[in-house]
C-alpha cells in the first residue's frame, strides 16, 4: 500500500510561530483553508493543485503573518486573509503573482 498522490501546483506555506500567530496567523490559516476549500482550490478537490501547511518561525519575525510559496520561493509579509487568498488563486491560475508585501526581490 502507498499513499495517494495529488498533483501539487503550489505549496503554501504559512508561518503559525509565536509571533506570527500574536498578528492573528492563526485566523489567516484556518480561513485561507475554508477558501482554497470553498474555491475548489485545495489539492483534494477535483481540479485542485494547492497545498496548504502551518510551518513553525520562517526567520521573519518583525513583520508576520508570513506566507511562503514553493515552487516560485514568493515571500510575503503581513498578510492578510485576502492577499494571501489571490497569492494562491495566481499560483492555481498560473499568472503572475502580486507584487504587495512581497520581499523576496
Ligand atoms: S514567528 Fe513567524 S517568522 Fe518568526
Do not use: Q
Not at 485566523?27 to 485545495?42: N, P, S
Amino acid at each position: 500500500m502507498k499513499p495517494t498522490y495529488y498533483p501539487t501546483r503550489a505549496h503554501l506555506l504559512l508561518c503559525t510561530g509565536p509571533r506570527c500567530r500574536a498578528r492573528g496567523a492563526d485566523t489567516v490559516f484556518r480561513y485561507l483553508w475554508d477558501a482554497l476549500e470553498r474555491e475548489g482550490l485545495a489539492y483534494y478537490k477535483t481540479g485542485g493543485t494547492l497545498r496548504l501547511t502551518e510551518s513553525s518561525c520562517l526567520g521573519a519575525c518583525c513583520c508576520g503573518p508570513i506566507l511562503l510559496a514553493y515552487p516560485a520561493g514568493a515571500w510575503y509579509h503581513g498578510v492578510t486573509v485576502p492577499a494571501a487568498l489571490e497569492v494562491a488563486r495566481a499560483l492555481h491560475e498560473g499568472r503572475d503573482l502580486p507584487e504587495t508585501n512581497r520581499f523576496d526581490e
